[in-house]
């Protein structure tokens, strides 16, 4: 009988262990600047090619390599970072499996330039597929210089499936700031396609902060600074009153090592508790230092998931620390009972009160119409017709509408629901749904309109975003001019809006930026056939748009009459059930 089982050939089995640690471009930005950072660089420079598909590229001014240890660094299992068992419980480096370099050489080209000294020469091997194909000399300083080209080029399928130019820059951005984050003390510059994205120098956390995310984000922040038996806590955490509904603002750091932690991230949000509104998520930048012996890195080859000795104290203690911070630096005003305040008495008049006096019209008829009832009633009618002269999404419920409805015998139920009848059947719809497949409709609608109405604000509201986010913004703002958007300023990763669609709260505008950021819109195509009914579909199911409960019997009726006249009222836009039926002939079993 023929066997079934089969010993895999060491590039097959290299190219399966690759999966586990470099999943797309930002995987390898990852891994070659830890290598830099272990490798006590001072300046790391960082060049991409096509959003990470053609060229990965790093410099730096490390202790370089010699040649013995170039024609090792890329076979698998070989680092400089620990020698024996004992090392695994006491990590101070980035790396130490010794699978980065190997890894990437498995799935993509490598060239590697190093130099221990600044004499001038450097040694240069060429890698692919775990083998030099060529060796040379070649000018240059002190450091390693690593190219990683056509990145999965020996696995189609991998390539493949990596997400849109736009998302794998954005992951690429990201690694960039957690790395160059928890190394305020480095330098780090990245480039894309000759375009200088970020210049960072030397400085201090709050002032990395600001150079990567915005120049008043340092308005927003609140230091932490906690030292115990078991850790050290420091970093920042974000003013209450300047958080959103997104998880875009969120860094934990071990040991200089970023990581995600869903129970830690619970603590955060456990000391925010009655300071922010539940849909509401903390922002923070926290760094957390504990013994290495305390916490195991060696959970997964991608080393962001760890495992710590003590995690229920650790929980404890980072909830006190937060809300210690928040009371702390508290930004209302308390009055200083230490203070000599002169606080004077009211001066209570003593003359008599005088009984008022009641005058009425004793010829007064509630069932005759005069002259002023009229104007009343033509005031009235001028403005309804305003309101109906501006169409918008939100007047979903307007008096000549109103007027036209036909009647539904329904009620409301736990104000979530309507219940209404048919001549066979109950309905209950919800009305959620139902108000987001409506604005959906005329969303839509109003966006393949040549021009839709706007509201200018009272006053206008500015945004400033981190320089990829802007970019993303930068490419919709035509979209969203045509939506109804005014903008008094958009440069200098700086957005100043002075009129908005009705549908929108002014207040929630930040959130919807960050739900179009989060939800990758200039990759439509891949969840709808154009952008503006990707963006109707955004901006109907936008979190950042409250939907009350209906408050009377005509809203509720309005909205039965305008949902089924909805080219689709069975489902919403990402196709949820907007109202279920319960027939008749169910209704009488349940009394067999």
């Not at 370089?64 to 024609?71: I, Q, R, V």
């Not at 597929?129 to 190219?147: A, H, P, Q, V, Y």
């Not at 490419?475 to 549908?503: A, C, Q, R, W, Y």
């Amino acid at each position: 009988m023929k066997a079934t089982i089969n010993k895999l050939s060491v590039d097959l089995v290299n190219k399966i262990a690759a999966g586990e640690v470099i999943q797309r471009p930002s995987s390898v930005v990852k891994e070659l600047i830890e290598n830099s950072i272990d490798a006590a660089s001072k300046n790391i420079k960082l060049l991409i090619k096509d959003h990470g598909k053609t060229l990965i590229e790093i410099s730096d001014d490390g202790v370089g390599m010699n040649e013995k240890d170039l024609n090792l660094c890329f076979l698998k299992h070989t680092t400089s970072k620990i020698s024996n068992s004992k090392d695994l419980f006491s990590l101070t480096t980035n790396g130490f499996r010794g699978e980065a370099i190997s890894s990437i050489s498995s799935v993509a080209k490598i060239k590697i330039s190093s130099s221990i000294d600044n004499i001038g020469i450097r040694k240069v091997v060429f890698v692919e597929n775990g083998e030099i194909t060529k060796s040379f000399e070649e000018n240059g300083l002190r450091g390693t210089t690593i190219s990683v080209s056509s990145i999965f080029y020996n696995i189609p399928a991998r390539r493949k499936f990596l997400k849109s130019d736009n998302v794998e820059l954005r992951q690429i951005i990201n690694e960039f700031t957690r790395q160059s984050l928890c190394n305020p003390s480095l330098s780090f510059s990245l480039k894309h396609n000759n375009k200088d994205l970020f210049i960072l120098n030397k400085a201090n956390l709050k002032e990395r902060i600001t150079r990567l995310f915005s120049k008043n984000i340092d308005k927003k922040l609140i230091p932490v600074d906690e030292k115990t038996d078991i850790i050290s806590l420091s970093g920042y955490v974000f003013k209450p009153e300047f958080l959103n509904k997104t998880n875009s603002l969120q860094f934990f750091f071990v040991n200089g090592r970023f990581i995600r932690n869903s129970y830690l991230s619970h603590s955060i949000s456990t000391a925010y508790e009655g300071l922010i509104r539940p849909e509401f998520r903390p922002s923070y930048i926290l760094f957390i230092d504990i013994p290495p012996d305390q916490v195991d890195v060696n959970v997964h080859p991608n080393k962001i998931e760890v495992k710590f000795e003590n995690e229920s104290s650790l929980y404890s203690i980072m909830r006190a620390s937060v809300r210690h911070a928040l009371g702390k630096f508290n930004i209302s005003p308390n009055i200083d009972f230490s203070n000599n305040i002169n606080i004077s008495s009211p001066k209570i008049s003593v003359n008599k009160i005088s009984k008022p006096s009641i005058d009425f019209n004793t010829d007064f008829n509630p069932f005759f119409t005069n002259e002023k009832n009229k104007i009343d009633e033509k005031i009235d009618e001028n403005i309804y017709s305003f309101s109906e002269s501006v169409p918008s999404s939100m007047d979903i419920f307007n008096e000549d509408e109103l007027k036209k409805y036909s009647t539904y015998s329904n009620f409301n139920f736990l104000n979530k629901f309507i219940v209404t009848k048919t001549k066979s059947e109950l309905l209950i719809v919800n009305i959620k749904r139902a108000y987001q497949r409506i604005l959906y409709e005329r969303i839509l609608t109003e966006m393949n309109n040549k021009k839709n109405v706007s509201q200018t604000l009272l006053f206008p509201v500015k945004f400033t975003f981190s320089r990829n986010n802007f970019d993303i913004l930068h490419k919709l703002k035509d979209t969203l001019i045509h939506l109804g958007f005014i903008f008094e300023k958009f440069s200098n990763k700086e957005i100043e809006v002075k009129g908005i669609h009705p549908i929108f709260n002014h207040n929630n505008l930040e959130d919807f930026f960050h739900e179009l950021i989060e939800k990758e819109v200039l990759n439509y195509k891949n969840h709808s056939s154009s952008i503006n009914d990707y963006l109707a579909k955004l901006i109907c199911l936008s979190k950042s748009l409250k939907i009350d409960h209906l408050v009377n019997e005509k809203e509720q009726v309005l909205l039965l009459n305008q949902l089924f006249a909805c080219k689709e009222s069975k489902f919403t836009p990402d196709n949820k059930k907007v109202f279920i039926s319960v027939e008749e002939n169910y209704i009488r079993n349940k009394f067999n």
